[in-house]
């Protein structure tokens, strides 16, 4: 009976102790977005991709990705302007573990196993200022297709640095259906070797 007590009081510090950091990182991001309207263009972008996609005619499709061009300008010069806030953070508030479910302290216990989130905001702020400039010449559908990608990646690495890898994943399932394997294939070569080498530490 001690053991089972001890290992229920073990059991809840640690639950207290993850949550309370857990609060701090989730204000830490929040009050860097507050600064922007990033979630609000991607609704409009992610939107206006549907309805795009949902036209009868080429005629219709080709009005709505060109005002839609206008949205991804937006939102990257935004969030490029975001990630160059973060990066500001200090280091240690930065870093997100790379274990699968979330320990306590763990980037100060276990600091190689863990990576800087500053980092990876800059990773993905890079890949969404290319898609929405095009250089790789991509069609609309296709562009939609990889910013989506690279939209959807940006935010599990958010949920990700919030509470833990394996809670990011479980979101992304339980509200697009995608795994987090597809959408580190899906994102543009250039985001997928930078992001695998950072959340990877090879």
């Keep these: 009976m001690d053991v ?25 991001l929040g009050a860097h977005l507050a600064n922007y309207q990033i979630e609000k263009l991607m609704e ?5 991709y549907l309805r795009a996609l949902g036209e009868s005619t080429d005629e219709r499709r080709g009005q709505i990705w060109s005002l839609l061009e206008t ?10 302007r975001f990630a160059a806030d973060f990066s500001k953070v200090d280091e240690v508030q930065a870093r997100v ?13 276990l600091p190689a196993a863990t990576f800087d989130m500053r980092r990876a905001l ?3 702020a890079r890949g969404i200022a290319s898609v929405a400039e095009n250089s790789e010449h991509r069609t609309p559908k296709d562009k ?8 959807l990646l940006m935010q599990h690495s958010c949920h990700w640095f919030c509470k833990s890898k394996t809670i990011a994943t479980a979101r992304m399932l339980a509200r697009h259906k995608t795994p987090h394997e597809q959408l580190v294939a899906s ?9 695998q080498a950072l959340v990877n530490g090879s």
């Design 144 to 151: 939609a297709f990889v910013m989506t990608a690279e939209l």
């Design 71 to 80: 949205t991804e300008s937006q939102l990257a010069e935004q969030f490029t």
């Design 187 to 195: 994102v543009s070569p250039a985001t997928r070797t930078a992001y």
């Design 44 to 48: 409009a972008l992610t939107e206006g």
């Design 4 to 28: 089972l007590i001890l290992s229920i009081l073990i059991a809840s510090g640690v639950y207290m102790l993850n949550a309370k950091e857990q609060r701090k990182r989730i204000a830490l």
């Design 122 to 124: 800059a990773i993905h």
């Design 97 to 109: 573990s790379r274990l699968a479910l979330a320990i306590p302290f763990a980037q100060a216990i």
